[in-house]
């Protein structure tokens, strides 16, 4: 059973920088793929970016800008969400997900058909 767990959020100030963390109840993850997703309030959410569990090639949206790096460390069993420059506009829930489908499949993969989804943690960012 996949139960992934987030952390990491908290109140931060614009222009510092936040690691959110993941693991899958911390024995490492079972799925091909593991992402990132946020959700601001009054929007859809939105992928952040995705990689490889077995092999570490990720993928971002070309629609984001490079502040977002996705990095795994298979020793520590554990996915990272590195975000730099913060905005109050990346303020959001941001939500640790997993799914069998490869890393660039996701870009045609509906959120509501990811195989598996974090409690989310969420992320405030002041000006």
């Known amino acids: 059973q996949v139960r992934l767990v987030e952390s990491g959020g908290g109140l931060v100030q614009a222009g510092d920088s936040l690691r959110l963390s993941c693991t899958d109840s911390?024995?490492?993850?079972?799925?091909?793929?593991v992402g990132w997703y946020r959700q601001a309030p009054g929007k859809e959410r939105e992928l952040l970016a995705t990689i490889s569990w077995r092999t570490g090639r990720t993928f971002y949206p070309d629609s984001l800008k490079a502040r977002f790096t996705i990095s795994r460390d298979s020793a520590k069993k554990m996915v990272y969400l590195q975000v730099s420059s913060l905005k109050p506009e990346d303020t959001a829930i941001y939500y640790c997900v997993a799914d069998p489908a490869d890393p660039e499949s996701w870009r045609l993969l509906p959120w509501h058909e990811i195989d598996y989804w974090g409690q989310g943690t969420q992320v405030s960012v002041s000006p």
């Open positions: 911390g024995r490492g993850f079972s799925t091909e793929s």
